[in-house]
Nanobody, 116 residues
Framework: QVHLVESGGGLVQAGGSLRLSCAASRIIFGNDPMGWYRQAPGGQRELVASITWNGRTNYVASVKGRFTISRDNAKNTVYLQMNSLKPEDTAVYYC??????????WGQGTQVTVSS
């Protein structure tokens, strides 16, 4: 059974923190790199952070130093710790393999709203 379940989003003031979680089915998680993506209103979905099976990470410049991605391979779960949040981080956040195409299976995502 295929599933991606994102959670942990919410409304936070600028400068605050949130921790997102994503539970994935084994068929998606596997040994593949996993990523966190986001889609702002009117924008395209973009990859903001990714992590390999053995923990090597990569971040888009706009979140580097503020976001930390991690994974628990035993639990098929990937996390995103977001600190020093900015209004421009407001988006729906999704997890999936890295890379993932728009025609791939996607979960519902979790809304993150940062107020100024």
């Amino acid at each position: 059974q295929v599933h991606l379940v994102e959670s942990g989003g919410g409304l936070v003031q600028a400068g605050g923190s949130l921790r997102l979680s994503c539970a994935a089915s084994r068929i998606i998680f596997g040994n593949d790199p996993m990523g966190w993506y986001r889609q702002a209103p009117g924008g395209q979905r973009e990859l903001v952070a990714s992590i390999t099976w053995n923990g090597r990470t990569n971040y888009v410049a706009s979140v580097k130093g503020r976001f930390t991605i991690s994974r628990d391979n035993a639990k098929n779960t990937v996390y995103l710790q977001m600190n020093s949040l900015k209004p421009e981080d407001t988006a729906v956040y999704y997890c999936n393999r890295d890379p993932a195409a728009e025609y791939d299976y996607w979960g519902q995502g979790t809304q993150v709203t940062v107020s100024s």
